[in-house]
């Protein structure tokens, strides 16, 4: 999991957005079409929209997914403000998965710098926790 930026609208042409985009989508999706078409779920899609690989950083490495972040936004600014101002794009947010650690007030802070970027950008923070796979723990051997 990596932190991602994800854009989209009921009325957004994604595909015409994409012709001349040089963002690195990592999937496009439309309007209509089923959203998880290898399970059993059969739920179709309200808008269309992209997601945007941001880090490629684990999301047990914050600090480095926000230095990733903040230079994609800088690297991207003109393709961004193009996305933010493309016709029927209703949101854009940055979505930063997190480690779910094990205790009992978690706060993850995000630096000004980062913030700003995204609010000049018009784009929403996302905070998705995830919780750590555990080893899974062998009994003994019996002696």
């Known amino acids: 999991m990596s932190c991602v930026l994800r854009a ?20 496009a999706f439309h309007r209509g079409e089923v959203q998880f078409p290898i399970t059993s779920v059969t739920r179709t899609s309200e808008y269309s929209g992209m997601n945007v690989t941001v880090s490629t950083n684990e999301f047990s490495d914050l600090r480095t997914q926000i230095e990733d972040a903040v230079r994609f936004l800088k690297e991207n600014a003109q393709e ?31 630096p000004p710098r980062l913030l700003s970027l995204l609010g000049n950008l018009n784009i929403g923070l996302v905070i998705s926790r995830h919780p750590v796979p555990r080893a899974i723990e062998e009994p003994p051997l019996e002696q």
């Open 8 to 27: 989209g609208g009921v009325k957004f042409d994604v595909d015409e957005f994409l012709k001349n985009s040089t963002l690195d989508v990592l999937t």
């Open 80 to 110: 961004l403000k193009r996305l933010r101002d493309f016709s029927g794009l209703d949101r854009m947010d940055m979505e930063f998965p997190v480690e779910d650690r094990d205790m009992v007030f978690q706060s993850d802070a995000f």
